[in-house]
């Protein structure tokens, strides 16, 4: 019998979805943190949408900087021991996230500037902010994002 098909499975799930809750409650304790984190599609769902608007990020750098905690929640999960005996669950859960991972990837660029933090995700800036993110960039660190993405 197929494992997804299978009661193993859901009992499984089950599991997993109650450590999740479990390991992130241990981190977080504010109602808004928990509402966010509360469930793997959640947490993807959230990580993928704060990616998607960085396509074209509107707000400050100060916003996106606060925007990047939820990557720092995803990588909470990822690195916990206890999740990642969910083998299969894990591991789907990984995959979705190292999708929108690279995305990220592909519209920001590494700054050696920002070298000093640990999280790859917080040493990149991203290409396409709008005017209130480009002037917090050229005001900080004397980069003009329209030049840089024309080179």
């Known amino acids: 019998m197929n494992y997804e098909y299978s009661d193993t499975y859901w009992d499984d799930y089950k ?9 992130m409650m241990s981190k977080y304790s504010d109602t808004r943190s928990i509402q966010m984190y509360h469930s793997p599609n959640t947490i993807i769902e959230v990580w ?8 074209y990020y509107p707000w400050s750098i100060y916003d996106w900087w606060d925007d990047l905690s939820v ?30 991972d690279n995305k990220l990837l592909n519209i920001s660029f590494e700054f050696s500037v920002l070298a ?3 999280n790859w995700w917080e040493r990149r800036i991203l290409k396409y902010g ?9 005001e900080l660190y004397e980069i003009d994002l329209d030049t840089y993405k024309n080179e």
């Open 15 to 23: 599991q997993f979805i109650q450590l999740f809750k479990d390991v």
């Open 48 to 55: 993928g949408q704060v990616v998607g608007a960085a396509e």
């Open 71 to 100: 990557r720092d929640a995803v990588e909470f999960i990822l690195t916990n021991e206890k999740i990642k005996s969910f083998e299969y669950f894990y591991d789907n859960f990984k995959k979705q996230i190292e999708d929108i």
């Open 116 to 118: 000093f933090h640990k």
């Open 130 to 138: 709008q005017d209130e993110y480009k002037a917090n960039v050229r």
